[in-house]
T-cell receptor
C-alpha cells in the first residue's frame, strides 16, 4: 500500500516568509509525528498528533512553529517568519492505533531551505 | 542533553564482513529500541526493533543485541553487502505506544567490494 507522502519535496523560501509543509499519513494510522533533521544529525521530535489533537508538542522550538491535523488524517506544519536556522529536512511519520504497535513509518521528507 | 549516544560516526566494512554499530542510552524509562536505515534523499526506513524483555532479536542478516543493565544495544549486519551502504540510526522511546522517538546521531556505513 501507499506509504507516508510529503509535499513539497523541496521548498526554498526567503527569510521572514511563511511556509506550509504537508503530510499524508498511511491510511488508517491514527498517530502522526513531525521530526526535523539537520544535516548530519538524527531526526529530532517536533510534535505528535493522536487523531486531531496535538498530544505532545514539546519539541516545537518556538511559537513560530505550529501544526494542525483538522480531520485526523492530513497534517500541515506551518512556520512563520522563517529564519536561516530553520533550514533542514522536515520528516513526517505515522503509526497505527496506539496499543497495537510502536512502529513509526517515515515519509521522504521536505527539504526546506531558507535564504 | 543527548539521551542516545551512537558510535562509530562512520564505518567501512568489506563485502561479506560484519558491521557493528553501538548505542547507549541514559533514560531507564525507554522501552522500545528501533534501528532505522536511511539512504541519501530518503526518509528513515524501519529496519528492526527490540523491546527490553529480550536480549537479542534477529531478522535475516540483521541482529539487535540488547544489554539492559549496561543500557546499551547494538546492531549487527552479517554478510554485509554494498547495498547496505547507508546511514543507520538507533532510536529509543518510552511511555508505551505512540511515543516520540529519540534518535542517535547516525553511523554512515560504507561496504566496499
Amino acid at each position: 500500500g501507499a506509504g507516508v507522502s510529503q509535499t513539497p519535496s523541496n521548498k526554498v523560501t526567503e527569510k521572514g516568509k511563511y511556509v506550509e509543509l504537508r503530510c499524508d499519513p498511511i491510511s488508517g494510522h491514527t498517530a502522526l509525528y513531525w521530526y526535523r533533521q539537520s544535516l548530519g544529525q538524527g531526526p529530532e521530535f517536533l510534535i505528535y498528533f493522536q487523531g486531531t489533537g496535538a498530544a505532545d508538542d514539546s519539541g516545537l522550538p518556538n511559537d513560530r512553529f505550529f501544526a494542525v491535523r483538522p480531520e485526523g488524517s492530513v497534517s500541515t506544519l506551518k512556520i512563520q517568519r522563517t529564519e536561516r536556522g530553520d533550514s533542514a529536512v522536515y520528516l513526517c511519520a505515522s503509526s497505527p492505533l496506539p496499543g497495537t504497535s510502536y512502529e513509526q513509518y517515515f515519509g521522504p521528507g521536505t527539504r526546506l531551505t531558507v535564504t | 542533553q543527548q539521551q542516545v549516544k551512537q558510535s562509530p560516526q562512520s564505518l567501512i566494512v568489506q563485502k561479506g564482513g560484519i558491521s557493528i554499530i553501538n548505542c547507549a542510552y541514559e533514560n531507564t524509562a525507554f522501552d522500545y529500541f528501533p534501528w532505522y536505515q536511511q539512504f541519501p534523499g530518503k526518509g528513515p526506513a524501519l529496519l528492526i526493533a527490540i523491546r527490553p524483555d529480550v536480549s537479542e532479536k534477529k531478522e535475516g542478516r540483521f541482529t539487535i543485541s540488547f544489554n539492559k543493565s549496561a543500557k546499551q544495544f547494538s546492531l549487527h549486519i552479517m554478510d554485509s553487502q554494498p547495498g547496505d551502504s547507508a546511514t543507520y540510526f538507533c532510536a529509543a522511546s518510552n511511555g508505551g505506544t505512540a511515543s516520540k522517538l529519540t534518535f542517535g546521531t547516525g553511523t554512515r556505513l560504507q561496504v566496499t567490494l
